[in-house]
Structure formats: structure tokens, C-alpha cells
């Protein structure tokens, strides 16, 4: 398998500040879907860049090895499903104990996240990219500072 | 790995019991032990991304579920028809 591009764990936190930014240009401009699959982006990288400090590696290639090793399960980390990242946090650290319930209802928001949003030709509207970003923003808050 | 069969089968009723019966509710496994939840209906019509989560919600909440069964839901999911035309 060929090494991530980007996967180092300061280009993944770099990446994930720089797509939420990318995204509120998006949402200025009412890009709402577009607005919304860039900012589900953030949330990916953050928890990579995570997983990585809390294992101590720096890249996601370690990171695949680590985890693999420890759960001893094969798995790769080009996934994009926020849903597999957080289960392996919480494997790790007992993320889930620590979700309050408004985070909860962010996590669940966040998780309707696909990357498949590209192909979309419909867009979505003002109230979903909102609702979208406030979630995005306070559940990515929680990863970076609940463990 | 798959997710407690009560605890989806709690929820499920709590759902069922509020919408009509014509509403679309699925409760199925996701990743591992996680849980989705799918509800399509008329009742979720001019509400906003925000207001559907909270429905759902409220309503899990009162499957009175342990806190450690309600953080395995993953994905919520609630459409209106509108939604899907």
C-alpha cells in the first residue's frame, strides 16, 4: 500500500482547521452542500490527529499499524466514516462516557456526513449547513479537548 | 461485534409509538456496536436540521436507556418525505 499523502498528525490538524475555514468562504457565498463537505472534512482530520496523539505516532501509516496490532483486526484509515474513527477513541479512551448529551446530539449530526455530498446535484439548505457547523464546530471542540 | 438487540428493540418502540403508522423507522446495526436510526415521516415536514435531531432525541430519552447503551447510537437520521422527493 502506498503511504498516506497528508497523513502527518500536524498536516491532519493543519488540514483540519483549513477546512473548516474553506468551508465558512463556502457558506458566505451559500455553497450550503459544499459548505457542509468541506466542513465534515474537519471533523475526520481531528479525529485522525487524535487517534495519532494519543497513540503517540506521527503519521497515519503508524497509526494503521498501531491500531491494527492492538485490536488485532485489519483496518485501514482511508476510510472516511467518522463512525469507525470514534469507536476506535472510544476503544481507546472511553470517548463515549465523556459525550454529554448535547454532544451526543452533535456526534449524530455530524455522523450524516459522507464524502459521497460531492456528487450530489442538490443542495442542501441554509438551515441544514448551519445546523451542520454548529455541530461540527462544538464536536470538534469536545475531541480536542476531552482527551 | 454487533449492537444490544434491546436496546434497538427499545428504541424502535418508543418510535413506533409516537409516529403514524405509515412512517418509515429503521433501527439497525452499524459499525460494531453502534446503532443507527432512520425515521421517514410527514411529521419531520418544515422542521429544521436542528428541531428533527431534538425530536428523535427527546424521544430516545424517554426509552429511559443506561447512558452507555444511548452514546452507542451513532447516526440519527430523520427525513421528511419532502425530504426524499
Known amino acids: 500500500m502506498t503511504p498516506f499523502n497528508f497523513g502527518g498528525r500536524t498536516e491532519q490538524l493543519t488540514a483540519a482547521l483549513k477546512r473548516l475555514m474553506d468551508a465558512r468562504v463556502l457558506m458566505a457565498e451559500e455553497r450550503w452542500l459544499g459548505a457542509m463537505y468541506l466542513a465534515g472534512y474537519a471533523v475526520e482530520c481531528r479525529l485522525k490527529a487524535k487517534l495519532m496523539e494519543i497513540l503517540n505516532v506521527w503519521n497515519l501509516d503508524e497509526l494503521e499499524s498501531q491500531l491494527a496490532r492492538r485490536f488485532r483486526q485489519r483496518l485501514s484509515l482511508r476510510t472516511h466514516e467518522l463512525e469507525i474513527l470514534m469507536t476506535f477513541l472510544d476503544r481507546l479512551v472511553g470517548i463515549r462516557s465523556r459525550m454529554r448529551k448535547e454532544i451526543l446530539r452533535d456526534y449524530t449530526l455530524c455522523s450524516r456526513w459522507q464524502t459521497q455530498f460531492r456528487y450530489s446535484p442538490l443542495d442542501a439548505t441554509k438551515y441544514e449547513c448551519e445546523s451542520f457547523f454548529e455541530a461540527v464546530e462544538r464536536f470538534s471542540k469536545f475531541i480536542s479537548t476531552s482527551c | ?85
Open chain 2, 1 to 85: 461485534m454487533a449492537a444490544n438487540p434491546e436496546t434497538k428493540k427499545k428504541i424502535e418502540e418508543v418510535l413506533r409509538h409516537h409516529f403514524q403508522e405509515n412512517a418509515y423507522i429503521d433501527v439497525s446495526d452499524g459499525y460494531q456496536d453502534n446503532i443507527h436510526v432512520i425515521v421517514v415521516s410527514n411529521e419531520l415536514d418544515e422542521k429544521s436540521e436542528r428541531e428533527k435531531q431534538e425530536i428523535l432525541w427527546d424521544l430516545i430519552d424517554d426509552a429511559e436507556l443506561p447512558e452507555s447503551e444511548k452514546t452507542k447510537i451513532s447516526l440519527i437520521l430523520p427525513l421528511s418525505r419532502s425530504n426524499l422527493k
